[in-house]
């Protein structure tokens, strides 16, 4: 991608939405008629989906009804190469109506359908195997070929159990058997991935789009400066809040990142970032909203469908990881400041209890969803109930009204926004399947513990690094969906509760995206700063690596569910406590500066220093007391360097 000047920032929200498409995938605007005609199918689906929330629809006929949607839409959404972004060609409208047929035929003959998955007839192979296809073009449109790859290798596996060389084998499976485990069961791609993605993805998407088209984003990164742009490191934290709050309904790490950077880069050069540290924080503070309550990303929404709890039990055990990740960040901040000597800048905004005062309303988001869980609603009920509120309350001010023709772009845009992940979804499912299938899960276990020779440490060591392999080339929610039945039964048997394995899972899935060398939220901020894309992305690092240590917390001992709240209270304040104190420490030797600038050996000392502190139990803390307090002696009583005349 050819990198745009510093300064050239998008300047309207069409140059912004083009530079989030250069990453997430490009997707067809069309004018006239087809244009229409797909903005219409886009609300009808979203109008389904809300509709069934309230409706009683057979399982596997809402979740066939979903993805008939998603393939119809993503073939004339997504263009099938390069050259194919302005008009829609034949082979796209032959690709929907063949989504069309092939889902269609699941409907017309449900009855009969669902009792032939053992012995499929010939119009089972035949739609069965035009399904499985249909899926595998869409994922190469939509998420890109290296999630395509994978799941033909998965696919292939299931064909080649008998020739492959132990403990790889299996007995191998014929196309009828595949196609009824994975087209006419509730185990394959109809399966928990596409379950999330018919009810919670879809809705919580809609819902971001009803707060987009109210201008909730544009408040949000508003209130971020009112509140934190009176001191020196006011620019950083004012991107890393807005971020916050900007990134939990849009749920997209790169979007985030675009979104604040268009606003927020200038202010940054002008405090004295780099172009690197800049694009570093602001990907940093990106992609941190997509593991932030109240609405977390894809993956959260898989957490609580496999473990089959509450979503409410998963926001719940984010609270404290989230806190640890931004107060991390912050700590960086407020060290970058001192270190590099950053400059103070006057952000004009209005008092941020005027502007709450306003538009308090657009705040639902943190409020409304989580308030509608705890007096028992689920999930899904309380989002469409939110969404309801949400429109009702942008008629408060004129300017925030969601009058019809709002209406229907917010129903539109929840519908685009899902269709990628829909897909993945659907692509992972047929990798579930299989692995369902053939047992491949348990023998992946078994071999990851033996490598690791029984060891828990070198166990999430080794699954830290199978999640950022995959996460370079797989979106976070596929490397979740892969990686929790592969990995996750392997720290199970090691003892590690069910909730810290799959929590471990989702933070390295997610943070897989800001670790080099193919972070996307680092390259888009890259392309925005005009940046270097490697420098980017290990600034990213830099800023979120004491939050790679915090997965570690909650697996590595009993007493680390504390940070998951999932303690006594005693357990939770006492681990908080010691967690909070040991990534300050960290933090300051990572970034090179205690009360003044870090030598060497004093930054390993104080790193080492907040590892013992963070692993949590009590006996490494006295240690690592002493050595931060020896750290903080020697540079009190040493003389500073002298100045250049």
């Keep these: 991608m050819t990198e745009p000047p510093a300064g050239q920032l998008p300047k309207s929200a069409e140059e912004v939405e083009e530079l989030v498409e250069s990453f997430e995938g490009k997707t067809r605007h069309l004018p006239g008629l087809i244009g229409r005609f797909i903005t219409a199918v886009l609300v009808v689906m979203s109008l389904y989906h809300l509709w069934a929330t309230t409706a009683t629809v057979v399982t596997q006929i809402h979740r066939t009804i979903h993805l008939l949607f998603v393939l119809f839409l993503t073939f004339l959404v997504y263009p099938g190469w ?65 999630l395509l790859i994978v799941v033909g290798g998965f696919i292939l596996y299931a064909f080649a159990g008998p020739w492959l060389p132990a403990p790889w084998t299996h007995r191998g499976y014929d196309l009828a058997r595949l196609v009824g485990q994975l087209y006419m069961t509730l185990e394959g791609i109809f399966g928990v991935p596409i379950a999330v993605s018919s009810t919670f993805i879809i809705l919580f998407t809609i819902y971001g789009a009803f707060l987009d088209q109210s201008g909730a984003g ?82 959260a929404f898989l957490i609580a469908e496999i473990l089959k709890i509450t979503y409410l039990q998963v926001l719940v055990m984010a ?104 897909v993945t979804t ?11 299938l053939t047992g491949l899960g348990l ?101 979120t690596l004491p939050a790679f240590v915090v997965p570690f917390m909650f697996t590595v001992h009993p007493d680390g569910m504390g940070l998951l709240l999932q303690a006594p209270a005693a357990d939770v304040i006492k681990v908080f406590i010691t967690s909070v104190i040991g990534l300050a420490t960290m933090a300051a030797g990572i970034n090179g500066w205690l009360f003044r600038k870090a030598s060497l050996v004093e930054r390993v000392l104080l790193v080492v220093a907040g590892i013992l502190f963070i692993y949590p139990t009590t006996s490494p803390d006295f240690i690592a007391a002493l050595m931060v307090a020896g750290v903080a002696a020697f540079q009190t009583l040493r003389k500073p360097a002298p100045q250049p005349q």
């Design 426 to 436: 659907a692509a992972a499912g047929i990798i579930v399947g299989v692995v369902n």
């Design 82 to 146: 390069k050259g194919a972004a302005r008009r829609i060609h034949p082979t796209d409208v032959i690709l929907s109506l063949a989504s069309v047929a092939a889902l269609g035929y699941v409907i017309v003959d449900f009855e009969g359908f669902i009792y032939r998955a053992v012995v499929p007839n010939t119009l089972d192979l035949v739609f069965g195997v035009l399904t499985i296809l249909l899926i595998l073009e869409a994922t190469r449109r939509s998420v890109g070929n290296a």
């Design 443 to 543: 023998k992946l276990s078994d071999i990851i513990i033996g490598f690791a020779g029984g060891n828990l440490i070198l166990t999430l060591v080794y699954a830290a690094i199978a999640l950022w392999i995959l996460g370079l080339a797989l979106p976070i929610t596929a490397t979740y969906i892969i990686a929790a039945v592969i990995v996750a039964p392997a720290l199970i048997k090691l003892n590690v509760s069910e909730l810290a394995a799959h929590m471990f899972i989702f933070y390295y899935a997610v943070l897989s995206e800001v670790s080099p060398p193919v972070g996307l939220s680092p390259m888009a901020a890259a392309a925005l700063t005009g940046g270097n894309p490697f420098k980017t992305m290990m600034m990213a690092w830099k800023y």
């Design 218 to 299: 544009k408040f949000f990164v508003d209130l971020a400066f009112a509140l934190t742009g009176r001191r020196r490191t006011g620019a950083g934290q004012a991107v890393t809040v807005a971020s916050f709050l900007l990134g939990g309904p849009s749920g997209s790490g790169v979007a985030t990142t675009v979104t604040v950077g268009a606003i927020a880069y200038p202010l940054l050069q002008k405090a004295g970032y780099d172009r690197e540290s800049a694009g570093g924080l602001l990907s940093a503070g990106g992609i941190g909203a997509v593991i932030s309550p109240p609405i977390l990303g894809a993956a």
């Design 319 to 422: 609270i404290i990881p989230t806190i640890l990740y931004y107060l991390s960040i912050f700590l960086m901040i407020e060290l970058d400041a001192r270190r590099f000597a950053l400059r103070f800048v006057e952000i004009k905004t209005q008092n941020p209890w005027m502007l709450t005062r306003q538009y308090w309303y657009l705040l639902s988001s943190l409020i409304v969803i989580p308030a509608f869980m705890v007096v028992g609603f689920t999930a899904i009920t309380a989002v469409f109930y939110s969404t309801l509120v949400a429109w009702a309350a942008s008629y408060i001010r004129r300017d925030t009204a969601l009058r019809p023709h709002k209406v229907i772009t917010a129903l539109a845009n929840g519908s685009r926004q899902v269709l990628n992940i829909a």
